[in-house]
């Protein structure tokens, strides 16, 4: 059976109905990294290919997510987003790695990020109302709620484009503005902008691995191995 591309209003309800499963406000920012541990999805950050985001993959009860560190951050927020609706909402997940490709799967699953990460209710709030009215959208507005929302620049682009709150070429002429310069000259810290996270892992592996230690499953180096393996048994 194959699979059809959700409109942006199946989009919308899907995440609204997420956030409000996940206990979150329908109208504010999202701390990704506060899901991962809430959700106990086990989570590792790695170098990868530039052109690779990340994949996940469901086991039962467990959810193992893998992320790129060398994508700026505001992409690897989406790309969580993005990872959720495979884990959450996609009927038959399977892994594999998530690129540009755009299969409708990935589509559904960009379509959901984006809504999921910017929900319309809280972008008409921080949009100045003569903006809106005249859908002409400042520098200063777009930085404050790509920063807001954590999102790159691209993103909050294609989520206003879909949402219609932007002139016909406005698009591509803030597109064409490099974000990291935009923010330092408006005070904005950048760290948004930047790789980062490598390394990181999330999640209960380490209290996992003491376990079957403790009950002599494994050795006392297979259990120092693996808390190499998310940099948990460094020395100061």
Same mark, same amino acid.
């Given at each position: 059976?194959s699979?059809?591309?959700?409109?942006?209003?199946?989009?919308?309800?899907?995440a609204?109905?997420?956030?409000?499963?996940?206990?979150?406000?329908?109208?504010?920012? *999202?701390?990704?990294? &506060? @899901?991962? =541990?809430? #959700?106990?999805?086990?989570?590792?950050?790695r170098?990868?290919?530039?052109?690779?985001?990340g994949?996940s993959?469901?086991?039962?009860d467990?959810?193992?997510?893998l992320?790129?560190?060398?994508?700026?951050?505001?992409?690897?927020?989406?790309?969580?987003?993005?990872?959720?609706?495979?884990?959450?909402?996609?009927d038959?997940?399977?892994?594999?790695?998530?690129?540009?490709?755009?299969?409708?799967?990935?589509?559904?699953?960009?379509?959901?990020?984006?809504?999921?990460?910017?929900?319309?209710?809280?972008?008409?709030k921080?949009?100045?109302?003569?903006?809106?009215r005249?859908k002409? *959208?400042?520098?200063? &507005? @777009?930085? =404050?709620l #790509?920063?807001?929302?954590?999102?790159?620049?691209?993103?909050?682009?294609?989520?206003?484009?879909?949402?219609?709150?932007?002139?016909?070429g406005?698009?591509?002429?803030?597109?064409?503005?490099?974000?990291?310069?935009?923010?330092?000259e408006?005070?904005?810290?950048?760290?948004?902008?930047?790789?980062?996270?490598?390394?990181?892992?999330?999640?209960?592996?380490?209290?996992?691995?003491?376990?079957?230690?403790?009950?002599?499953?494994?050795?006392?180096?297979?259990?120092?191995?693996?808390?190499?393996?998310?940099?948990?048994?460094?020395?100061?």
């Amino acid at each position: 059976m194959s699979v059809k591309k959700i409109t942006l209003d199946e989009a919308e309800n899907l995440a609204k109905k997420l956030r409000s499963d996940l206990g979150l406000s329908l109208d504010g920012p *999202i701390h990704t990294k &506060t @899901i991962l =541990r809430k #959700e106990n999805i086990l989570t590792a950050y790695r170098p990868m290919s530039i052109d690779a985001y990340g994949l996940s993959l469901k086991c039962g009860d467990y959810k193992f997510m893998l992320i790129n560190s060398n994508n700026m951050r505001g992409r690897q927020h989406f790309t969580i987003a993005h990872e959720l609706y495979h884990l959450y909402l996609e009927d038959n997940p399977k892994p594999h790695l998530c690129t540009n490709g755009k299969s409708p799967e990935e589509y559904n699953a960009d379509l959901f990020a984006s809504a999921f990460l910017m929900p319309v209710e809280g972008i008409y709030k921080i949009i100045p109302t003569e903006e809106l009215r005249e859908k002409q *959208i400042s520098l200063a &507005t @777009i930085i =404050r709620l #790509e920063q807001y929302f954590s999102v790159s620049r691209l993103a909050l682009l294609v989520r206003l484009d879909k949402l219609k709150l932007l002139k016909k070429g406005q698009f591509e002429v803030l597109k064409s503005v490099s974000p990291m310069q935009s923010a330092r000259e408006h005070g904005y810290d950048l760290s948004l902008y930047k790789k980062g996270n490598e390394d990181m892992f999330i999640g209960d592996f380490g209290t996992i691995a003491r376990r079957l230690f403790d009950d002599e499953k494994i050795s006392e180096g297979h259990y120092v191995e693996l808390l190499n393996q998310i940099g948990a048994n460094e020395e100061d």
